[in-house]
């Protein structure tokens, strides 16, 4: 119920909930991660900071706090201290979302400028850890320097060879223009994966860059077996079509 305040905004009646929370269970440092986020949404931000903290002392381990405390040390001008905590709650736990939002938010030159000084000290640290590569090369990509991308992906590869990594490379050359290239990454990535969405997904897109609509066509149409509903494909799906001649399937996928 807690929860359902907070995504309401009644943050009163949430703090309570999450105060009687803390009541029975006082060493669990979930109830007080959610006072303090309670706390940082209203831009109380020394309140929310002392709570995030008090939160991770009853638990080193819960990445769920670490990017929130970063946020406030953001707020607080702190940007190293924010990024150690991002990168620290990664390290703990690579699908922490919050992390990767506090971080992709960080746009300015120095903060740019500070998260590539830390991570390329943990990829010298964490050699074998391609988390710190990928990352790298997401910041990259959004700066469209893809060329840099592709090589810290390459790098993040080598290290954990798997496909989306090759769907991202894939990626970079889309964007770069380079359609051949790019068609090559997601046919590598297809290569014992026929069912991975995303490359059927890249690979039709730089098809229909390629003016080839009937091979574009299979892949969105492989796309559309796997997700029905997804509107992307359906517009896809209509334009290819509507290219073909075939302006009642068009019709119909536009409709849809």
């Not at 810290?152 to 991202?168: C, Q």
Request: include cysteine.
């Amino acid at each position: 119920r807690g929860e359902h305040f907070y995504n309401q905004k009644e943050y009163d009646k949430s703090d309570a909930d999450f105060k009687k929370f803390t009541e029975l269970e006082p060493g669990n440092p979930y109830g007080f991660a959610a006072l303090g986020r309670n706390a940082l949404e209203q831009d109380k931000v020394d309140d929310a900071r002392k709570l995030f903290e008090y939160s991770i002392k009853l638990s080193a381990d819960y990445a769920c706090s670490y990017p929130f405390l970063a946020e406030c040390k953001l707020k607080q001008g702190d940007k190293a201290g924010c990024i150690d905590d991002c990168l620290h709650a990664l390290s703990l736990d690579e699908n922490t979302n919050k992390a990767f939002d506090v971080l992709f938010n960080m746009n300015d030159e120095d903060e740019f400028a500070l998260l590539r000084s830390r991570l390329l000290l943990k990829i010298q640290q964490e050699p074998n850890k391609s988390l710190w590569h990928f990352l790298l090369a997401l910041k990259y990509s959004y700066r469209e320097e893809f060329y840099a991308a592709i090589k810290e992906l390459k790098d993040g590869h080598s290290i954990d060879p798997r496909p989306f990594y090759l769907v991202k490379i894939g990626e970079q050359y889309n964007s770069l223009g380079d359609y051949r290239r790019a068609e090559v990454y997601y046919r590598r990535a297809l290569d014992g994966h026929d069912d991975y969405f995303d490359a059927h997904k890249g690979l039709g897109n730089v098809l229909v860059h390629q003016l080839r609509y009937e091979d574009a066509l299979k892949e969105f149409e492989t796309c559309h077996v796997q997700r029905p509903e997804d509107v992307i494909i359906l517009g896809n799906l209509s334009g290819v079509h509507r290219m073909l001649g075939n302006f009642e399937k068009a019709k119909e996928f536009a409709e849809t």
